[in-house]
Antibody, heavy 119, light 107 residues
Framework: EVQLVESGGGLGQPGGSLRLSCVAS????????MNWVRQAPGKGLEWISC????????HYADSVKGRFTISRDNAKNSLSLQMDSLRAEDTAVYYC????????????WGQGTLVTVSS | DIQMTQSPSSLSASVGDRVTITCRAS??????LAWYQQKPEKAPKSLIY???TLESGVPSRFSGSGSGTDFTLTISSLQPEDFATYYC?????????FGGGTKLEIK
């Protein structure tokens, strides 16, 4: 059974940093592109970043480019999102999601972790 | 960036109704369109990818169609568990982008 479990959410200060993690199980993690998608309270879904299976290629939404860094450790089946220069508008539930193999849609999602940016 | 426009933003319907949600892309995305269902306080669930291919385990009352810029999600006979919010997403080019969502409510 595919499982994605996020952690690391919580309260962050404006201008501060947080690091999110996602641990994967039930599939060959090193074979899949992985994504982060967020959802602000009461709002829709926003894709923010992805990383290729090897980690060699990354993509970011303009809203987080230069502030967030996606990475992965295939030996530990782990995906991370380093969030720097946090802003109030980064407040959201952050989901880790697996790419559907051969496509760029997502087929499995974690349960999400809430990030709140406030002083 | 490719803009995705969904309509309607909300919809009231009854159990047994046939409903259609539309999604329009700001440029040609071929068949690179996915649909997701989200229930309150839950993670999204993938329903359809490549415009018309159902994910494993998704009931056959769900169907997707379209190509280019115009797409539809149809639920042939609404069931109580189908009341949720639905999102389209283009998976043609980065940044991936979602539609604004359609909230399907019980009439």
């Amino acid at each position: 059974e595919v499982q994605l479990v996020e952690s690391g959410g919580g309260l962050g200060q404006p201008g501060g940093s947080l690091r999110l993690s996602c641990v994967a199980s039930g599939f060959t993690f090193s074979s899949y592109t992985m994504n982060w998608v967020r959802q602000a309270p009461g709002k829709g879904l926003e894709w923010i970043s992805c990383i290729s299976s090897s980690g060699s290629t990354t993509h970011y939404a303009d809203s987080v480019k230069g502030r967030f860094t996606i990475s992965r450790d295939n030996a530990k089946n782990s995906l991370s999102l380093q969030m720097d220069s946090l802003r109030a508008e980064d407040t959201a539930v952050y989901y880790c999601a697996r790419d559907k193999y051969g496509y760029s849609s997502t087929d499995y999602w974690g349960q999400g972790t809430l990030v709140t940016v406030s002083s | 960036d490719i803009q995705m426009t969904q309509s309607p933003s909300s919809l009231s319907a009854s159990v047994g109704d046939r409903v259609t949600i539309t999604c329009r892309a700001s440029r040609d995305i071929s068949s690179s369109l996915a649909w997701y269902q989200q229930k309150p306080e839950k993670a999204p669930k993938s329903l359809i990818y490549a415009a018309s291919t159902l994910e494993s385990g998704v009931p056959s009352r769900f169907s997707g169609s379209g190509s280019g810029t115009d797409f539809t999600l149809t639920i042939s006979s609404l069931q109580p568990e189908d009341f949720a919010t639905y999102y389209c997403q283009q998976h043609s080019a980065y940044p991936l982008t979602f539609g604004g969502g359609t909230k399907l409510e019980i009439k």
